[in-house]
């Protein structure tokens, strides 16, 4: 159920449907499968935010492109930014990991 909850607020938080007309997509024509697998990445980091409680997911955005997942936004402390580094470098498909989180107490 948890899971399930956690896809949800994914989806919520602003997954982008694939709708492509051509070969590729703008992000510097990426191709299509591409762009879905970046989505897929960008909505399993978002998940997995969303079931740690030490990580603010509504806080932090997560951007993916060709592997490489882009944090930003604020955290409380330093704890809770090298956690949602930690996250998102443990997804499955992320290549490198460019943490921008700045940290507000």
Known sequence: ???VRALTFAAMAGVTIVTATGCSVARDQQ???EYVDDAGI???VKAKFAEDKTVAATSI???TLN???QLSGFAKS????????SIARTTKGVREVRNSIVVRP
């Open 1 to 3: 159920m948890k899971y």
């Open 31 to 33: 191709s299509v499968g």
């Open 42 to 44: 960008t909505a399993a």
């Open 61 to 63: 955005s997560v951007e």
């Open 67 to 69: 592997g490489t997942v």
């Open 78 to 85: 330093q704890a809770e930014k090298d956690q949602a580094q």
